[in-house]
Structures are given as C-alpha cells and as structure tokens.
C-alpha cells in the first residue's frame, strides 16, 4: 500500500490514459448511421487534445454484427460498414503523428458463425476433423435431443445449439458461451493456436502498440466439459480460468515481447477472487486488466476505500499496474448508476429502469473521474464519458440490436443504451453524428436533450464535464505519470477517500452529506465541482472530489 514496492514507472502502458472507441458509435463519415474508421481519422485531434495517450478499438473486423462486432468472420480485414484495411493502417498511422497509441480488441473465445472455419465444419457433415477446431458434441437423451451438459449462455439459454446436418438430419450440439452465432474454439486444437499466433503477428506486423484481449478467462475448458451442477462453486467453474489459459498467454507474451516499442496486452478477466485474477497478470502473461471490482463498486467511501486497497494488494506481487475504470460498452454507463439508490453494477444487470437523478449522478461522475485519474497505474475512459452522457434507457424495443434481449426474452434490456452515438454539435439531426444530408438515421436514436452535451457544446464551457477531463487528464500527465505506483491513504473522515500520492499531491473525495475543511496550507489543483468557502476555510461539499498541492506551491484553481 505504501511505498514498499517501486515498479519500473517508464513504460507507457503503466499509467496510460486509454479511450476507448466503439467505433459504431463514435463518428460516421460516410452518412449511413454507423460510425467508420474515417470519422475517427476526423476527430483524431479531438482524442489527441483530450489527452488520452491510447485508443482502443472495439472489434472493427469483418462481422455479420451479431453481437456488435464480437462474432468476428475475418479477423484479418475490416467490416465494410467500418472502412477497408488501408483505412485502418491509415488510421494506425496518424494516430501515431498524434502521439495516440492504437490497442485492438482480439476476440480469441469465439469466432462467427460466418466464420470460413465454421461454415466448412458445418458443410462437410459428421466426422469432418474441422469440427475438432470448435466443440461439436453428442446431445444427451435417447436421440441425442439433450444438450451435451448443462451449461448455460452469458447471453442467457442453453449454451449450446444443435446442428442440421446438410442432409437434413438432426446432428450433434455446438458450445456457444455467448449467442449462437458466436461457436466458441476449441482451444485445444493445434490450428486455432497456430491462427490466432499468426493473427497477433498480422496486427504487430501493421503497428498496433497492443492488444485488449475478449473474455480472457474463458479460452480453455475443463476436460470432459463435465456438468455445472445445481450449486457450482463459481470458483472452479468448467469453462472459465482453467489452468490451460495461462499457457496461452506465455506464448503470446514471446511473440509480443519479439516485436519492438513497448506492446501490451490488457485482459478482459472477469473473476471472483483477486488471486485468479492475479494470475493473468504475472510477469511472463498480460500486462494488466480492466479492474471490474472498481467498476462495480457501490458510491460509498468505504467500500471504494477496501477495492482500492484491494486492487493495490492484488496486482502488488505480480509487479502488474492496477487499472480504474468506471464505464464501457458492456456496463450501465456511471453517470446513471450513481444517480440511482443502488450505485453498484453488477454484470446482467436488468435495472435499466430504475429511477436515476441526473444531477446527483453527474455530480458523482464527476467526482470519480477524478478519483481515477489519481490513483496509480491505467485509466479508461469509455467514450462519451468526457461529455457525461448518461445512459439511455428508452430505447423502443423495435431498435434494440444487443442479443441478450432476445435471448432473455425481452427480460434483460442489454447494453445498447450504453452505445448510443456520440453527440458532437447540438445543431443536426444526427447531433454531429453523421455528416449533413447523411442518407440514414444513426443505428440508435440518440434523446434530443443531448445536443446540450455535445463535443461543440462543452468544448468552451469551463464547467463542462469535458473541460474538467481535459483539465485533469492535462494535470495527471504533468503531475502524476510516471511517479512511483505507491499511494498512502490520509484520514479525512469516514466518509472520504483520501490518499496521498508523491510530490506532495493529495486526492480527496468526500461522499458524505457534511461538508470536508481542505487542510491549511494545501492549494487547490482542480476540483470536481464548486467548493465553498466559511470561517475554517475550503469546504468540499458533498459529492466532490479535489486535487491538492500540500506543498502549497502550485497555483489554486476554481
Ligand atoms: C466481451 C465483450 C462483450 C461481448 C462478449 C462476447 O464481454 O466486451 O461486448 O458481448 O465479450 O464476445
């Protein structure tokens, strides 16, 4: 917690500011209501003077979209409605001349079912060996009418689909974890090892600085894909963190470490215990992994004080640096949750309609954008955090696209309203979305009252929530970046998070109702919101986070 351990501070992806772009809702170019590779060449020095150091890409590869682009048919080229591969290398290229690293999302669980590999397997009938490349099983029951076990999809349904042989009879089950377009690999088998090692080359070969990797945890199954059972032990669970994972990721971590520059990889681990999730991150594995704990963590200090602590504690023997993040395209995004009286997520959350207080809700994103961007190692920020934009929650059932609606019947809202695009001028149609004229809609109705949280509209408002990014990203590279990876917690009262970092530089969120006196002697770096000012001096009001100078030698701002 304290200063015992002293990582290398130098590398880049240690304490980076990553963005991530979900490219169908960023920016569209070319007016047909999805954002593409050219909207985001556009707004290049947007992101640039926002100060992020890293752009992440949702997969932007070929793709029937059956789950927004993770059930990938060829992971060597770009979706049509994104661009072409020479846009993509442009892309690479001048985010680079903007000093913007470039990290692709390798979706390696599962591929499509438009997949050549899948759709030879499923064409050449039983016993082709290309169905080993994948988990063709024998169903259960007198005729094979039961699925193989009992797993169930994340998507919701049975995890597996029984296949038509071509000549029409009905033949064995394929494992899908997620819907039935995306039949997850069989990892075991030498080819997809072989593919996806040679796939790594072709992304390192065209300049990507790193990888964020899908579903981490999930790649290896247990032997036997032995039942679940009625009450399972969410620890040993046969289709996530089995040993043969970490395997994997050695071999990849020669292949990346065999190219030059500092490439990384980033885990989309989603595990019960810090000591699994541990694991993923040892020296000669992934670089690091988006902190779910601390996404899902509950508006309270005390909670966030134990996850912070926590997340130090995890990644400390490892030598890996820990990771904040507040929203993405798969979470309700945060100003929304914290407005509500529960403030925690959880994964499959299905409170879309809970009441939420803008207001409030903002007030406290704001307040924990900060906090994040304090703490040591990597930052996230989903895009259309920067604006504040909220979760929608209205979108009419006809227009929802994400398959765990339908999957759950309509039970589960999903995550479209997190995916919204992004308003960038208040004065169109499309908010900016889509250039004039454009000849469609954008692929979700954005809610009118956005255009007064657009890119345009914020960009000269110092109280903007994008001021207030831009500050703060601007300040943690000039104050922070590259410090030791080491806080000390401060006792400002229960109801605080406060932690001292080097230099003299000190954090303080106050999430109780009573006001917090700012120490004499500290100047005030940047505050989250309006602080006010009585007879003991500063007071950070509720909901409110500020960046202190204790050496009182920099200049107060607001
Ligand atoms: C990850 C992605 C999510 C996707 C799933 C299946 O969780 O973030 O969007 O649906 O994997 O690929």
């Known amino acids: ?26 920016a569209d170019a070319d007016g047909d209501g999805t954002g593409d590779l050219a909207g985001v060449r556009d707004r290049l020095p947007y992101l640039s003077q926002l100060g992020v150091d890293a752009l992440w890409f949702t997969p932007w590869y070929t793709s029937p979209m059956a789950d927004g682009g993770y059930d990938v048919a060829d992971y060597r ?24 690293r ?8 599962h591929c499509s079912d438009q997949h050549p590999w899948f759709r030879q397997a499923l064409a050449d009938g039983p016993g082709s060996p290309l169905r080993d490349r ?7 029951g007198a005729n094979g009418e039961l699925p193989p076990n009992d797993w169930q999809s994340y998507f919701g349904g049975a995890a597996w689909t029984r296949v038509t042989e071509p000549d029409g009879t009905p033949g064995p089950w394929y494992l899908h974890m997620f819907a039935p377009e995306q039949p997850d690999l069989n990892w075991e088998h030498r080819d997809v090892r072989a593919e996806f090692e040679d796939i790594l080359h072709f992304w390192l070969r065209k300049g990507v600085d790193g990888f964020r990797i899908d579903v981490a945890h999930g790649l290896a ?63 000669d594995e992934l670089h690091s992994a988006f902190n779910f704990e601390f996404l899902c963590c509950a508006w309270d200090a005390g909670a966030l004080r134990d996850v912070i602590k926590g997340t130090l504690a995890a990644h400390l023997p490892v030598g890996a640096p820990p990771t904040w993040v507040l929203s993405n395209h798969d979470t309700i995004r945060h100003v929304t949750r914290y407005g509500r009286e529960d403030t925690s997520f959880e994964m499959g959350d299905k409170r879309l309609s809970d009441p939420s207080d803008p207001v409030l809700g903002r007030r406290r994103a704001r307040a924990a954008a900060l906090l994040t961007m304090a703490l040591p190692g990597g930052v996230y920020v989903y895009q259309g955090d920067e604006l504040g934009l909220p979760e929608v929650q209205d979108i009419p059932d006809a227009l929802i696209q994400d398959p765990t609606f339908a999957r759950s019947l309509g039970t589960d809202r999903g995550r479209d309203g997190c995916r919204v695009p992004l308003p960038w001028t208040g004065a169109t149609a499309s908010l900016g979305f889509s250039p ?32 207030l990014y831009r500050e703060a990203l601007a300040l943690r590279r000039a104050r922070l970046v590259g410090l030791p990876e080491t806080l000390a917690l ?36 940047l505050s989250s919101g309006p602080l006010a000012r009585d007879a003991d001096g500063l007071r950070v009001p509720a909901d409110t986070c500020v960046w202190l100078d204790m050496n009182g030698t920099s200049g107060a701002r607001r």
């Not at 001292?500 to 700012?518: S, Y």
């Open 221 to 283: 199954k247990k032997p036997g894909l032995p039942d679940v059972g009625p009450d399972p032990d969410l620890t040993d669970l046969p289709y996530q963190d089995c040993d043969d994972v970490h395997e994997i990721y050695r071999e990849w971590r020669k292949i990346l470490d065999s190219y030059d520059g500092e490439r990384t990889f980033v885990g989309e681990v989603w595990l019960p215990t810090p000591d699994q999730f541990a694991r993923y991150l040892r020296p």
């Open 102 to 109: 470039v990290l692709v999302d390798l979706v390696p669980n």
């Open 436 to 467: 004039d004229g454009a000849s469609a809609a954008p692929w979700l109705p954005q809610p009118a009252d956005w255009a007064a949280m657009s890119v345009e509209a914020q960009l000269d408002d110092p109280e903007s929530v994008l001021t």
């Open 490 to 525: 401060a006792d400002a009262g229960a109801d605080t998070v406060c932690f001292d970092r080097p230099g003299g530089f000190r954090c303080l969120v106050n999430i109780g109702a009573e006001a917090v006196t700012v120490p004499a002697g500290a100047h005030v770096l």
């Open 1 to 26: 917690m304290t200063d015992t351990a002293t990582p290398s501070t130098t590398a880049w992806w240690r304490h980076a500011a990553i963005y991530q772009i979900y490219v169908r809702s960023f």
């Open 134 to 140: 994948f988990w063709f099983v024998p169903g259960r």
């Open 77 to 100: 080229d770009i979706d049509p409605r994104f661009g072409t591969l020479a846009e993509a290398e442009a892309l690479i290229a001048e985010a680079h001349t903007h000093g913007l």
